[in-house]
């Protein structure tokens, strides 16, 4: 019942920028916290970034990043369109993956084992 749709990657060239989209639900935003992972063949999935739920921040949420992400990648949401936004910035080949979007019920967490929803993924490559 929960459907999140991820949309904005493609091929960059190292050092430049793309916007990730994830579509869902007005009920989903409010009520779930909102995570990045991503995952390149061969290796294990891993935490980018997360958002608050609207219900415990309807602000600009409460956000966790990953180490790599920081000063790099921004989480937003845009609560109106019901989408949580990922800001890539200074893009580096070992940035290449396939994003995933998810959704947890309970936790604001980088762990994916808290996640309910994925989506389908959108794959970023970025060339050197």
């Known amino acids: 019942q929960v459907e999140l749709v991820e949309s904005g990657g493609g091929l960059v060239q190292a050092g430049g920028s793309l916007r990730l989209s994830c579509e ?3 009920r989903t935003l409010r009520n779930y916290h ?13 935490f980018v970034a997360a958002i608050s739920s609207i219900v415990v921040d309807w602000s600009s949420g409460r956000t ?3 180490d790599f ?3 790099r990648f921004t989480i937003s949401r ?3 369109k019901s989408t949580v936004y990922l800001q890539l910035n200074s893009l580096k080949p070992e940035d290449t993956a396939v994003y995933f979007c998810a959704a947890s019920q309970n936790n604001l967490s980088g762990s994916d084992a ?5 989506g389908q993924g959108t794959q970023v490559t970025v060339s050197s």
């Not at 909102?34 to 891993?46: C, D, L």
């Open 78 to 80: 845009d609560n109106a």
């Open 24 to 26: 869902t639900s007005e």
């Open 34 to 46: 909102m995570g990045w992972f991503r995952q390149t063949p061969g290796k294990e999935r891993e």
């Open 69 to 71: 992400a920081k000063g």
């Open 64 to 66: 966790v990043y990953a």
């Open 114 to 118: 808290e996640y309910d929803y994925w």
